[in-house]
């Protein structure tokens, strides 16, 4: 919430408070003499009953209505209040819902301030009476009355602090909502059994009702609790089927951050990566549900929460900021509170880090470090599938000596730029098509070995000069292709001239050892160059290689070798 806006909610609420409650005592005053003992055993029974509340969508929901549906037929609506106040307190700290959440203590403070004021306006307008009442239909249907006012105020004001105080944008029909009309219909009768029985009995009542009503509560409480566990379970198996099916390391991570922020309340979420056993590397950060660069590359592996979790190979979990303290200086945040650091184990070694943080503290549980334990085996084998899939690929496409792009890929290039091309007539396309002159005599004067080190130092030229206006191709053999894409055919020509005297200027060295002496040779290589250009020259894949083939042959091979040729030229 906004400074601004808790400004304003204390602000009211130091108001309204003293104001409403002195307004309900003097206009319905409470009758205690007498009933102190009994008053603070109902006090007693309502935070037992509101100690373990159920939550439902980030909503506590506590059968504390039935106690204070007897408290506020038999003493009135000003001892309902003061206990209701109280036991929010309670209900609160219950929760942990610390210092940096002060304001829910407001909110919910005037929410059952309001709550309580207009259900006695209404139970007392309809002639409700208060103490020993004989039982009746009148008595039961006010009683009704009473209550469904109390819940219907209690959504509404509910609904209007999610909207404008919390800027949440909810339904008005949530599930809170549904729960909310099951415990009060069930809470309802057991109210009214323990005003009867306490009117009649007295004390001993108390007891009689209040025990079955505290084991109810901690029955449905342990209920939803295995609902919830279950329901993250569900999501996990989704998520590791979801992580295996991904092919690039990227999406793999992309989707174990965003289903794992969705499950949990997660601040800050880093996935660490382990460099030669001795560092740490961060390679993915998430703050506030974004991802972002990380400013820090790495750092030492023996450090902070991450450096125990790497020698201990356990989660760990931590569920407020002191706890962090004994593992050392630690590079999360000041803010953080909780975390979950797990690590990312394969064939029994630590190939990463996971860490989950939260700027509350206690934020998680043990069930919440085992899901994630769980999904994080699933993301070790996920992250080793895309490597091993991008090396695959990588091999497939790519010429295992020069490490150029391979005629595989070239071919795929083609397709992807002439479908361009089809879409966008006045889009340009370049082809470079070059050969080694005398190849085989290199080949036979300094042995194979060396020839290869041609053909790799060539890549390397052509790699350097051509930068990032184009891509280079091993077409087979000693030949080579370079695709140029938005370069007109002047300047492909002009570019090509520059190839052909990056190669022919500069001598290439070779390790000369046919006659079992190591020795470097320098050796003068030229080439033959030819371009072609789409859709001038040709207007599909093939027709531009071969036209592009053809001035190379024609145009400088046949011309005296050393030159560039362009088709039609």
Known sequence: MERKRQVILWTGWAILCPVILAATYHLWPPSFAGNMTDLILFFILMCLVCFKPIIVNDTPIFFVEGVALAVFIYFGVFAEMLMMQISTVLV???????????????????????????????YESVSGQHGKVEFSLGFLLNVIGYSLVVWSVNHCLLHMARLYLYQRKDRFFTKDFWWEIFSSVMVLPVGIILYLLYAQ?????????????VTLGVILNLYYSSQRVNGYLQQAAEIGKQLTERLEEDEVLNVFHEKMTAMFPVDYAYIIDIVDHSRFKII??????????????SFPIEQGISGYTYRTQKGVLVKKRSGREEFGHSLLPESVESVISVPIIRSQEVTGIVLFTSNKKRAYENYQLM???????????????????????????RCSLTKLYNYRYLEKSLQDEFALLRKHPDRILSLVILDIDHFKSINDTYGHQAGNEVLSQLARRLERFTGDRGTVYRYGGEEFVILLPEMEKNACFAFAEGVRNEIASTPFLLEQDMNETKSRA???????????AALEDADDELSLIRHADRAMYVGAKQAGRNKVAGYGR
Request: net charge positive; hydrophobic share 50%.
């Open 371 to 397: 899901i994630v334990e769980l999904l994080t085996a699933h993301l070790g084998v996920a992250i080793e599938n895309a490597r091993s899939h991008a090396h695959t690929k990588e091999q497939s496409i």
């Open 284 to 297: 993915r950060t998430l703050e506030n549900g974004a991802v972002r660069e990380s400013g820090l590359e």
């Open 92 to 122: 609160m700290l219950s929760l942990r819902v610390g210092l940096k959440q002060h304001y829910r203590y407001a909110t919910n403070s005037l929410m059952f301030l309001l709550v309580c004021l207009l259900g006695g306006v209404f």
């Open 201 to 213: 009995l007295g004390m001993p009542a108390i007891l009689y009702v209040g025990i079955p009503m």
């Open 522 to 532: 320098a050796v003068p290589i030229t080439a033959s160059i030819g371009i072609a």
